[in-house]
Each structure stands twice: as structure tokens, then as C-alpha cells.
């Protein structure tokens, strides 16, 4: 089996694992688009305990169905998940089809399902503590399976880099070739051109310096790319000395920083881009700042800010919060935050 094969075999076994736990949980678990949230499936147990039908509700929001008995509380979860924030084990009442009050502990997470980018919502009754134990158990298995599905992502990217570099030899080879003649100075330096242009991909998908030289160098270097790249200033600050920094944990830093530089440079018209790595005694903190146009970031989110969601997301892998302040014409905030803690419940958790 070919190494692209192993990854998408482990992407599948992740799916149908998740979509086993789904259908046999006896917990209430409920999957809704993240866009409208209208309801995409529900499992047996919501069935039962609801009183509404699968088919009743598939298509439809809990607002339509008027679930929520404080509907307020509802939007203030959607704002902090919006926002970074993690759902976990959020007291809430919800109402049956025959009109019934019930308590329940809620876990709410974002996955991306073939593609989709969904909301997993895991519902307990409280009166059962077994319940509820089961429900921190259902989120572990979650988070897990996401960090596996984005690791099997990684290792695509590397798989990639690899290719490039071995078209890239070939590529150099045929250069030397050409400098023989003397009539093709042109497709010399385009040929050199494109070298620089897979050296370039190669390195934002592997992360060699990161692997090697650590965290402050690769972004260093992620910085001073863009820079030369887009003629814009891109000061780059670090404080305090990273000690034993788990390689997730870095790795994850490192795509937020990929993810919010290219924003500012596409999108803000900032020519000054302040990136900070700060090092701190029981965590490590991101920030990437701007001065450009700004955004509505409730906007963005409702019309699908996928990149933003992504940073969200790789974060709350590692047990990390992500928190975005911009308005138009203000600039943008960036701050992503990871405890050293999480690096200890990591590892306790393979």
C-alpha cells in the first residue's frame, strides 16, 4: 500500500468510527451544518428522548422545533464558539415534542465531515451521572479522532513535499542542461523561477525548520519570507525562552501564524504586520497584529470564514483558545493562547 493509500485508509477508519459512536451512543448526539445550523442527523437516543422523529427533523434548526427553552442561551454559545471557545459540559434545558422540560449537560464541537464543516452536539441527562461521564468520554473520543484526522492531514503534506523536492532535483538538472545553449536564456530563468516557486510550497507544507530549528525560527522565517514576498514590514518580536514546547502544540502555533500572516498580507492593505511569540511561566502566547482595513467578524464567520475557523479548530486540539478582535477600519488582532498543561494532558491522552 502506497503512503498516500495509508492516509486516506486512516482518514476513512476515522469516519466510520465516528459515525458507529454516533449511531449507538446512548447519549443524545446531534450533528447540524455550521453555516445554518439546520440538523444534518440525529441519533436513536435523541429520537427517544425528544419524541421527535429523525425525519421530522432533519433540515430543520432547533429554533424551528423551539428546543431551547432559553433561546438566548443558545446564541451566547454559538458567539463563543465563534469566538474560539470550547462547549464543555454547559448545564441547558431543552423541550420535548410533547412540551416536557428536561436538563441535560451539553459538549458542542466544530469537525469537518467529507468536506463539511459540521457542529457535533452531545447531550446528557444530568439526573444520570453515568450519563454524564459517558459524555466526557463520547468528547475525549471526539477531540481525539479530530487530532488523528488533522495528523493524517500532515502527513499528507508531507507526502506532498516530498514530491515537490524530487521535481524540483529533476527541474535543477534540466536547468544545468540548458545553460549549454545559447539561445534559451528565457526558459532558463523561468525554469529557475518555478524551482524557487516548489522550493517555496515545499517548505510551507513540511515544516523542516520548524522540525529542526523550533518554533521561533520557523516563524522568524515565515515572517521574512512574506516580507520579501509582499514588500511589507513584518516585525517579529519574541519573549522569554521556550522550554520542552510539546511538538502539536508548536505545530499548531505555527499553521495559526501561516494562516493569519497570509490573511493580513491578502486581505488588510496593512503595510505593518507586529508578530509576537510570547513565552510565559505556564503558557505560550501568538499575536499578529495590523493596522489595515479590518472586518465585521461575525460577518465573516456567518459567510463561512473557513480559514479562521481552521486556527479555531487546530487550537482546541491542543487544548489552546484563539481569540480574534477587529472592526473595520481598526485592524486586526490575532491571539492564540496554549498552556503548557495541555502538553502534560496531551501525552497522558495517546
Known amino acids: 500500500m502506497t503512503e498516500p493509500e ?38 436513536g437516543s435523541f429520537e427517544r428522548q425528544t419524541g421527535w422523529k429523525r425525519d421530522e427533523v432533519i433540515g430543520k434548526t432547533p429554533v424551528d422545533l423551539g428546543i431551547w427553552d432559553d433561546p438566548d442561551q443558545r446564541i451566547q454559545l454559538l458567539e463563543q464558539m465563534a469566538s474560539g471557545a470550547t462547549i464543555r459540559n454547559v448545564e441547558m434545558r ?61 502527513e499528507e503534506r508531507n507526502w506532498i513535499a516530498r514530491e515537490l523536492h524530487e521535481h524540483v532535483e529533476r527541474l535543477c538538472l534540466l536547468s544545468v542542461d540548458l545553460a549549454r545553449f545559447r539561445d534559451i536564456e528565457a526558459a532558463q530563468q523561468q525554469i529557475e523561477e518555478l524551482v524557487a516557486h516548489c522550493q517555496a510550497l515545499s517548505g510551507r507544507l513540511q515544516c523542516t525548520k520548524l522540525e529542526v530549528l523550533g518554533l521561533n525560527v520557523a516563524v522568524a522565517s515565515l515572517c521574512k519570507e512574506l516580507s520579501e514576498q509582499t514588500k511589507m514590514v513584518i ?10 514546547l510539546a511538538k502539536e502544540i508548536a ?3 505555527y499553521r495559526v501564524a501561516q494562516e493569519a500572516l497570509q490573511n493580513a498580507a491578502s486581505y488588510s492593505g496593512s503595510k505593518r504586520i507586529e508578530v509576537t511569540l510570547a513565552y510565559k511561566s505556564d503558557e505560550v502566547e501568538l499575536t499578529i497584529r495590523d493596522s489595515g482595513i ?43 493562547r496554549v498552556g503548557f498543561s495541555a502538553a502534560k494532558s496531551m501525552k497522558a491522552g495517546r
Open 94 to 154: 431543552a423541550r420535548t415534542k410533547s412540551g416536557e422540560i428536561r436538563t441535560g449537560s451539553l459538549t458542542a464541537m466544530l469537525i469537518d465531515i467529507n468536506g463539511r464543516r459540521c457542529v457535533v452536539c452531545v447531550v446528557a441527562d444530568m439526573t444520570h451521572a453515568r450519563q454524564v461521564e459517558e459524555a466526557h468520554h463520547i468528547a475525549e473520543l471526539l477531540s481525539k479522532m479530530c487530532r488523528k484526522l488533522i495528523q493524517a492531514q500532515e
Open 235 to 244: 516585525k517579529f518580536v519574541t519573549k522569554g525562552s521556550p522550554t520542552g
Open 6 to 43: 495509508e492516509v486516506q485508509e486512516t482518514l476513512n477508519e476515522c469516519r466510520e468510527k465516528f459515525l458507529d459512536l454516533f449511531r449507538t451512543s446512548p447519549l443524545v448526539l446531534t450533528l447540524c451544518s455550521a453555516s445554518d445550523h439546520r440538523y444534518i442527523d440525529v441519533n
Open 251 to 253: 505545530l499548531s502555533l
Open 294 to 336: 479590518g472586518f465585521d467578524l461575525q460577518k465573516v464567520l456567518r459567510e463561512g470564514g473557513f480559514g479562521l475557523r481552521i486556527m479555531r479548530e487546530r487550537l482546541q486540539l491542543v487544548n489552546g483558545e484563539l481569540s480574534i478582535e477587529s472592526q473595520p477600519g481598526r485592524g486586526t488582532t490575532i491571539n492564540a
